[in-house]
């Protein structure tokens, strides 16, 4: 396992909503990254924005592990999910809010 892979394993289990994406959550750099970070804060839970958008390295490790190729990568109480267009049909079926309150219940 690289050190990339063992930042990235313990960045996923510090946070219990963590969004890797392409900028800040204060300066997100693309539209897919802002709607992600939208689409959490309506929900009211801490969430975290680690920007890949200049670390190449680091993008491809997480294409790897996740086998997903595209921004933003979004990871709940250490599971992937994918990105908005997962979570937006996750919503519709009322799937979002059980799942962050359970991760945020432990």
Avoid: H
């Avoid at 392409?22 to 939208?38: D, R, S």
């Amino acid at each position: 396992m690289s050190a990339i892979e063992d930042q990235i394993k313990n960045e996923i289990a510090q946070n219990k909503v963590l969004i890797y994406g392409k900028g800040t959550k204060a300066a997100p750099q693309c539209g897919f990254t802002v709607e992600t970070i939208q689409f959490f804060a309506k929900y009211g839970y801490p969430f975290e924005v680690i920007n890949v958008l200049n670390d190449m390295d680091k993008r491809e490790t997480l294409n790897r592990m996740t086998n997903w190729p595209t921004l933003p990568k979004v990871f709940i109480d250490g599971k992937f999910y994918g990105d908005t267009d997962i979570l937006d049909e996750m919503e519709a079926k009322g799937e979002v809010e059980p799942l962050l309150k359970a991760a945020f219940s432990e």
